[in-house]
Structures are given as C-alpha cells and as structure tokens.
C-alpha cells in the first residue's frame, strides 16, 4: 500500500502535458470530475511565506520531489493530507483555486483509504478519534470494510472512463484495484476460517524490510544502488552499534533521559536589548491578521492543551477553556472543522495571548529587525519577554485573581505563551530552509541544456571527422604530417564526445 501511494501521487505529477489534471469518477454520483495539482502548488505559493497556514505541512519537496524524493513516503502524505483538504475548501473560492472543491474530495478518497490500509495497532481509532482508524471485522456495518468495497468500484469505473489523460497508468489501476480486493478477502477469510476478531492491515507492509535498506544506503554514503559487500559491511556495522552501550569512565551507563533538558526553564526574565523595545501591538496590528485568526484560535487551542497538562486545577481550567455550545464566532470555525470530540476551545483571554505573540514574531521577523534578532543567543526567551511586558503593559490580566489553590496565572500564561512561540519559530525556520530549495525546473533546464551542448559537440565533432576523410578520398594522396596531428586532434575529441555520451546515457 506504501509503494500504490506514492504511485498515485507520481501519476498526478506526471500529467504536465495534460497541465497536471485527474479525469475521475466522483465517488458517490460517479459523474467525471476534476482534480487539479495545479491548484494545490497555488495554494502552497499564497502561504508558504507565512508562519500560520491553513495547509499546513505543504512543502516544496511535497510539491516539487525529485527522483530520490519521491521515494518518501512522507512527502507523499503531506499531499494526500485531511489539513490540504480543509485548505482548499478554506481558500479555495477566496483566491478562485481552479476545480478546488473535487480536488479536495480526491485528496479525501485517497487520504481515507490510506487510513484504513495503515492500521496497526488495535487503539489507533479510539486515539486518534477517527472511525476509518479501526481495525476492520467482518461485519456487515464495518464503515472501512463497506469504503474499500466502494473504492473497489470506483476505481473500476475511473479505468473504464473513456480517456486517455488524466489518469492512472494501467499499472497503478491494476495494483491499487488487486491490492484493494486482496485486503477485502483477506479480512473475510481470517475472521471466518481463523475466528479472528479483527485485522490490523498495516501489518501487511514491508516497512521494516525498506527501512532496514534506508540505513543500508545511508551508510554506504547514501548510494541507492548498493553492492552485496556494502550491506555485509553495514549489517555487520548496525548489529555491532546495537550490542554497545553509551558508558562514561566516571558516570557509568548513561540513559538518553539525562539529555532530556526539555523542563529546564530558560525563559527567566532577562534584560531586553533596546533595539526591540520600541515594539508593541496595536489595534491595527489586529486587524490586519483577521484573515488568519481562525488559524491563531487553533494555535491557541493547542497551547491550552500544553498548559492544562502542567495543572490539574479545575478553577484554572476554566480560565484557560470555554464549552463549546457558548463558541458562535467565525474564529473558531477551523476547530470545529477539525474536531472529533478531543480538541479544546480556548478561552478569549489565551487566544488574546496567542495573538500577541504572533503578532511580536512578526515584527521580530520583519526587515527592521530580522538581522538582530537572528543574532539574539536565546529567540524565544525574547519573545516571551515582550510579549509578557506588553501584555503586563495593557492590563489584560487585571480581572484573574489567584485561584483557591495559590495557583498564577501569569505561570500558566507563560507556558501557553512558551508553547506557541515554540511552534511559530519552528515554522519561521521552516519557511527559511523551504525558500533555500532551487526550484525544480531551472534544475531541468540546465540539464537538458548541458544535454544539448554535449550532443551538438558529438554531431559537429562527427561532421568534421566525415568532411576530412571525403576529402582526403578525392584528393588521393596520402595525408601530411600536419592533416595527421589536425585528424588526430579531432579523434581524440571525438572520443571525448563519446566518452561524455556514453556516461550520460548510462
């Protein structure tokens, strides 16, 4: 299932001479639509220098692999993603995506059938609160088992389709439509002949197998064709790696835990440089950001999550959380789009926080100050710094008492404000090393324009080498020394033309 994945995905980014489209039956009326990867690279291009985005995990490489790229698996699930799906639908009619709402419903049927073929443990639904998530059963209301069945279908009526762009190749339907019925029969047999309550499908992979050839080619100096003697070596090498143990002369065996520094508080309060105390939120620094507060509110939500972990004060829960039946603002709209029954609704009072810091990182990240800030040995210490003056600053904690149990506010405030400067510098690095990628197709043109310089040198090399020997046949003569050094000089640069030739086209 891992290998029809990325098929699928090397199928849609090898229709550019169609302009990148799917022809495929719509899943429940079967009428033809229209997916567009086209619309998805819009997409990415509206977003990918912001911090908060909708598609969220849209990258470069994702969009754009290369050859060795496209064996990731993980590039190929940031396309066929439920977040890309809520993104289009979110942006999709606002910036006029072309065919947005069926290309998200594609990226859906794909992205849920791989739900249910990756299924490996038996608590993965209940975890992640999705249905299609569970282990399949024989039974007749089984919602994956009655999904694979439709897919089965669907995929029949895309390949009888009368078109020959804008689909799978003949390999892809074949292996997508047998690995599919091979699945369905699998279940039936197991929980009829073996009295088997339920089949984990993810355990019919070969993960283990192609992550064991990963390290091979890793550790052969990341050579994809690798030799018999290679991977002795480096199967010797791992087994070896696997029976030592980090030891220290004085200390003993050390465990990974005492690396672990991640409850260290570095974010004591450290003097601010004056460069970056002129900055400050105003109202109108809000209301430019309207547009992405649905995704700040989710931001703000996650934060709320980090926070109640650290307490179990129920008066302090209050304030950091709302009920969901008293939420009626567009704001919250993308956590209802996105919620199972798990997901939080933060208060006004840390989305307000939430708020602050993105806008604070902003202005850190702008031209004026980007240079400076990069150069601060601790950027987050920083910016919860600010953020904590500038809110201190506008009184908006005025209102929240010290709970019955001694707990501050201010403490809680600080790990929600730790947590979503966490996840915006993750993102700001992101968006750097993403615009550090060359793109893709200046990379072909200079290949293919090295291609043609090397073969124009091989064909003038050879009309020169011909034009000499018909020459000398009409003289008669025998060539002079001078004809023999000038024929001399052109085999050998023929030869090299060869030589060249025969390396490209091996």
């Not at 550019?16 to 022809?23: E, I, L, M, V």
């Not at 002129?278 to 109108?284: G, H, N, T």
């Amino acid at each position: 299932s891992v290998h029809i994945l990325k098929c699928v995905r090397n199928n849609w980014l090898n229709n550019h001479k169609n302009g990148y489209y799917f022809y495929y039956p719509d899943f429940d009326t079967l009428n033809v639509s229209t997916a567009s990867l086209s619309s998805v690279r819009k997409l990415y291009d509206l977003e990918c220098s912001s911090l908060l985005k909708f598609g969220y995990g849209l990258t470069r490489k994702a969009l754009w692999p290369t050859n060795l790229e496209r064996q990731n698996v993980k590039l190929a699930l940031k396309l066929f993603s439920t977040d890309v799906v809520h993104a289009l639908n979110e942006l999709g009619e606002k910036y006029n995506l072309e065919c947005y709402e069926q290309t998200a419903k594609f990226i859906n049927i794909i992205s849920t059938w791989w739900d249910i073929v990756n299924v490996k443990t038996p608590d993965k639904g209940k975890f992640k609160r999705n249905p299609m998530c569970e282990p399949l059963t024989s039974s007749p209301s089984d919602k994956g088992l009655m999904f694979l069945k439709q897919l089965v279908s669907w995929v029949n009526k895309w390949e009888n389709l009368d078109s020959n762009n804008g689909r799978l190749s003949k390999e892809t339907f074949l292996a997508l439509n047998h690995t599919t019925q091979a699945f369905i029969e699998i279940v039936n047999h197991c929980t009829k002949s073996f009295k088997k309550e339920y089949i984990l499908l993810g355990k019919i992979q070969t993960d283990k197998l192609e992550s064991r050839f990963g390290q091979y080619r890793s550790m052969a100096g990341d050579q994809y064709h690798i030799s018999v003697r290679q991977i002795y070596e480096t199967e010797s090498k791992l087994r070896l790696c696997h029976e030592l143990k980090l030891a220290s002369h004085k200390k003993g065996s050390i465990t990974v835990d005492i690396f672990d520094n991640s409850e260290k508080n570095d974010e004591e309060k450290q003097p601010i440089d004056l460069i970056f105390c002129d900055i400050m939120v105003e109202e109108s620094d809000i209301e430019k950001i309207a547009d992405t507060l649905p995704i700040v509110t989710y931001l703000a939500g996650y934060c709320s999550h980090a926070a109640l972990k650290k307490t179990k004060c129920s008066y302090c829960r209050q304030k950091l959380i709302t009920d969901k039946e008293s939420i009626s603002h567009d704001n919250y709209k993308l956590i209802d789009v996105k919620d199972r029954g798990g997901l939080l609704y933060p208060s006004k009072i840390v989305v307000n926080a939430v708020i602050h810091t993105y806008i604070v990182v902003q202005k850190l990240i702008s031209e004026k100050y980007e240079d400076k800030f990069i150069q601060v040995l601790n950027q987050r210490s920083l910016v919860v710094n600010l953020v904590e003056d500038i809110l201190v600053t506008k009184d908006i904690f005025l209102s929240f008492d010290v709970c019955v149990d001694g707990h501050d506010i201010l403490h809680l405030i600080n790990i929600i404000l730790r947590s979503a400067t966490n996840s915006l510098l993750n993102n700001y690095c992101k968006v750097k090393n993403d615009k550090l990628k060359k793109i893709p197709n200046v990379t072909v043109v200079s290949k293919n324009k090295r291609k043609l310089e090397t073969f124009s040198k091989n064909s003038l090399s050879d009309k020169r080498e011909s034009s000499k020997k018909s020459n000398k046949l009409k003289e008669g003569t025998m060539p002079r020394i001078a004809e023999v050094s000038e024929k001399n000089s052109v085999n050998d640069e023929g030869e090299a033309g060869e030589k060249q030739n025969f390396i490209l086209t091996n």
